[in-house]
């Protein structure tokens, strides 16, 4: 009983599969000749040296959803202007960036997540307001945005980008000194 239970449970596997099998067959895979072998630059720059501490900063996101440092330095107490570039060429809609930098205790994850709803405001939560330190706008290809803010206590601050599902490629971390 138990068997012939498990015999046929098996033949419907077997034609299950084959059936779903011949169908994708019948389906012409759609190949994609101009699909890029890109060979992406190893970021040492960032994970082997410090950057130099200064309070006149630059970032640059582009259209690989990557920021061009994930290390920045500055001194506590004192301004600082954050010049924050798009190298790319893709719309804000699509490839969108921008810089929060967020308080230290920030779940990082949970912020990101409640930032993805937050279309209307340019992916900043306006329930979040209390975790954001300082922001640029949200920008696309060939756009800049530049800000000031000042940090008197010295520590360690993530910055992030909020548009939807770059947080986790986008991130980093400002060092007040
Ligand atoms: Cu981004």
């Known amino acids: 009983m138990k068997r012939s239970i498990s015999i046929s449970t098996l033949l419907f596997a077997v034609v299950f599969a084959l059936s779903s099998c011949g169908g994708n067959a019948d389906k012409s895979q759609a190949v994609d000749p ?6 992406e630059p190893v970021q040492e720059e960032s994970s082997n040296v410090s950057p130099e501490t200064s309070n006149a900063l630059t970032l640059e996101g582009n259209d690989q959803m990557q920021y061009d440092k994930t290390e920045l330095r500055v001194k506590a107490g004192e301004t600082i202007t954050l010049v924050f570039k798009h190298t790319g060429k893709m719309e804000k809609t699509a490839m969108g960036h921008n810089f929060v930098l967020l308080k230290p205790g920030t779940d990082l994850n949970a912020f990101a997540q409640k930032a993805m ?12 307001s209390t975790s954001v330190i ?6 696309g290809g060939g756009e800049s945005d530049t800000i000031e803010f000042t940090i008197t ?23 007040v000194e």
């Open 134 to 139: 300082a922001h640029t706008k949200l920008i």
């Open 34 to 39: 101009a699909k890029e072998t890109t060979t």
């Open 117 to 128: 709803t937050a279309k209307d405001s340019d992916y900043i939560p306006k329930s979040e």
């Open 153 to 175: 206590e010295k520590g360690t601050y993530d910055y992030i980008c909020s548009f939807p599902g770059h947080f986790s490629m986008m991130k980093g971390q400002l060092i």
